[in-house]
C-alpha cells in the first residue's frame, strides 16, 4: 500500500472509526462503520447502453447506508439507462438531449461534467455501470477512507473464470503506475506494485479528486488517475472484492477493444511524460 503525505481528510480522523478499509469479502458490503454522517459520500456513476444492469447498480449503491447520493452520467445512451435509473432512484445528468443520438464523450468527459458538479462531496466514489448487485461492494472502499489510512481506495477484482487478455495493457499501467510511486512515494512504498493498474471502481477524498483533474480521456481514465494522485502526494491502497462487470473475451470484439485500451493508455502515458 502506497504511504504518502497526510492529506488534508486526515484532520477530520476523530470524526472516523478505526476499521482497517480491508475487511472480509464475503461480508454483506452494504455498510460502512457509523463514521461520518457530517461527511457527504457522492457516487458518480457514468454510464452509456447500460439498460441491462443500471438499475440493479443504483440499487446496489442506494443501498450503502453512508451513502448520501448516487449520480448516474448518461452519455448519449440509445436504450432506456437514463429511465431505468432514475426509476432505480438515482439524480441523471444527460449529456444529450433526449432523442439525440451519436454525442458521447467518453467516461473521462462524463466523470469530468459530474465531478464539477458535485462541489459538496467529501468523499466520491467512482463506479461502472455495469456492476450490478456487485456495486454493493463499493462501502469495501469507503472504510480506508473513511478510517483515514488511504486517499485513494482502488477495487481489485478476483480473478475472471475464462480466458481474458493477455495482460498487456495491464502490464503497461502497472509499470508506469509502479514508476509513480518510487518517485513520489514516502520510504516504504518504492516497492509497491499494483495490482489492479485499469480498475475503475474507486473512492477519493475532495482534496485527491481536486488534485486528479482533469479526468484523462479514452482508456486513459484510469492509469492517469493513479499517477496524478500519486505525484501529488496521496496515498493509494487497493481494496480485494468480489466485484463482477461484463468482462470482454478473446475473440475479435476483445482483441479490438484491447488494442484501444492500450492505444490509449499509451498516449495517456506519453502525454504525462512516461
Not at 456487485?134 to 469495501?140: E, N, T, V, W
Request: charged share 25%.
Amino acid at each position: 500500500m502506497s504511504r504518502v503525505q497526510t492529506s488534508p481528510m486526515q484532520d477530520r480522523d476523530d470524526k472516523r472509526s478505526n476499521g482497517t478499509g480491508r475487511g472480509d469479502v464475503s461480508d454483506s458490503t452494504t455498510k460502512c462503520s457509523d463514521t461520518t454522517r457530517d461527511l457527504r459520500i457522492t457516487a458518480l456513476i457514468p454510464a452509456y447502453n447500460e439498460a441491462e444492469r443500471i438499475a440493479a447498480t443504483v440499487t446496489a449503491v442506494r443501498g450503502i447506508a453512508a451513502v448520501d447520493e448516487v449520480i448516474v452520467i448518461d452519455d448519449g445512451s440509445r436504450d432506456d439507462t437514463a429511465q431505468l435509473a432514475v426509476d432505480a432512484g438515482a439524480r441523471v445528468m444527460r449529456l444529450t438531449k433526449p432523442g439525440l443520438v451519436g454525442n458521447n464523450v467518453g467516461k473521462g468527459g462524463a466523470l469530468q461534467y459530474a465531478a464539477t458538479r458535485c462541489e459538496d462531496a467529501d468523499i466520491v466514489l467512482l463506479l461502472d455501470g455495469d456492476l450490478g448487485e456487485s456495486a454493493s461492494q463499493a462501502a469495501l472502499l469507503l472504510e480506508p477512507v473513511l478510517a483515514g489510512t488511504a486517499d485513494m481506495a482502488i477495487a481489485a477484482f478476483p480473478k475472471p473464470a475464462g480466458k481474458a487478455g493477455f495482460g498487456l495493457v495491464k502490464g503497461l499501467a502497472a509499470r508506469a503506475i509502479r514508476k509513480a510511486a518510487r518517485r513520489s512515494c514516502a520510504p516504504g512504498c518504492d516497492t509497491w506494485t499494483p495490482a489492479a493498474p485499469l480498475s475503475g471502481q474507486r473512492a477519493l477524498t475532495r482534496a485527491c479528486l481536486d488534485a486528479v483533474l482533469p479526468f484523462g480521456s479514452g482508456y486513459g481514465v484510469e492509469v492517469a488517475l493513479s499517477i496524478r494522485a500519486l505525484r501529488a502526494g496521496f496515498r493509494l491502497v487497493e481494496v480485494p472484492t468480489t466485484m463482477t462487470h461484463a468482462a470482454t473475451g478473446r475473440d475479435l470484439a476483445g482483441f479490438l477493444h484491447r488494442g484501444k485500451q492500450f492505444r490509449d493508455v499509451a498516449v495517456t502515458l506519453i502525454k504525462m511524460k512516461f
